[in-house]
């Protein structure tokens, strides 16, 4: 199955400062999901988005579905420790879970 | 809250095992998938059903299969494990055309 580019693979960065990470597929998507896993745990659901151009946040976390429909954008706005963790995207055309292509995911580090 | 339970957060089988993985749901979700996830390679899908007793094939459903008999219940099996199955592996369940809800994992070693 195909994969979506997800970058930057990995990332340190001090608690306070602002994070942002992207994903981009050749395919165009019908909706676009981010999930975050915390060691050992699965992926949990931070932001769902279904239509190009649409922004949405969930607390510090903001979400845009980019307007080409290949792309998507992540961004953290003052970065906590428990915000550590690998955050996926996720894409699909179709809409549904069975055609959802992920990501290779974000590490990201937060040192005080 | 969505609840998804993986019956084992660790395993340690021998290879030629036969191996059960087992996943409940609680929120009556018609969809249920199984993936494996392993550094570099990201989640890759390997069975999925949509209905009780209905199955279909992912992408790398070789070396696996499945049973539904149950709407919240999805077993995967290995039928004679191999040591290139060490991985973890997580189950989802959904809604029809709504995001995937993950369980915790279960952390298969194949020796």
């Known amino acids: 199955g195909q994969q979506l580019n997800q970058s930057p693979q990995s990332m340190f960065i001090q608690e306070g400062e602002d994070v942002s990470m992207n994903c981009t597929s050749s395919s165009i998507f019908n909706t676009w999901l981010w999930y975050k896993q915390d060691p050992g745990e699965g992926p949990v659901l931070l932001i769902a988005l279904y239509k190009a151009g649409e922004l949405t946040s969930n607390g510090r976390l903001t979400a845009q579905f980019g307007i080409t429909r290949k792309d998507s954008f992540l961004n953290i706005s003052a970065s906590i420790p428990s915000d550590v963790g690998i955050y996926f995207c996720a894409g699909s055309f179709t809409g549904t879970a069975s055609k959802l292509t992920f990501g290779t995911g974000t590490r990201l580090q937060v040192t005080l | 809250d969505v609840k998804v339970t993986q019956s084992s957060r660790y395993l340690v089988k021998r290879t030629g095992e036969k191996v059960f993985l087992e996943c409940v749901q609680d929120?009556?979700?018609?969809?249920m998938f199984w993936y494996r996830q392993d550094p570099g390679l990201g989640l890759r899908l390997i069975y999925f059903?949509?209905?009780?007793?209905?199955?279909e094939k992912g992408d790398i459903p070789e070396g696996y299969s499945v049973s539904r008999e149950k709407k919240e219940r999805f077993s995967l099996i290995l039928e004679s494990a191999s040591t290139n199955q060490t991985s973890m592996y997580l189950c989802a369940s959904s809604l029809f055309l709504s995001p995937l809800h993950f369980g915790n994992g279960t952390r298969l070693t194949v020796t």
């Open positions: 059903s949509y209905d009780v007793k209905m199955k």
């Open positions: 929120m009556d979700h018609e969809n």
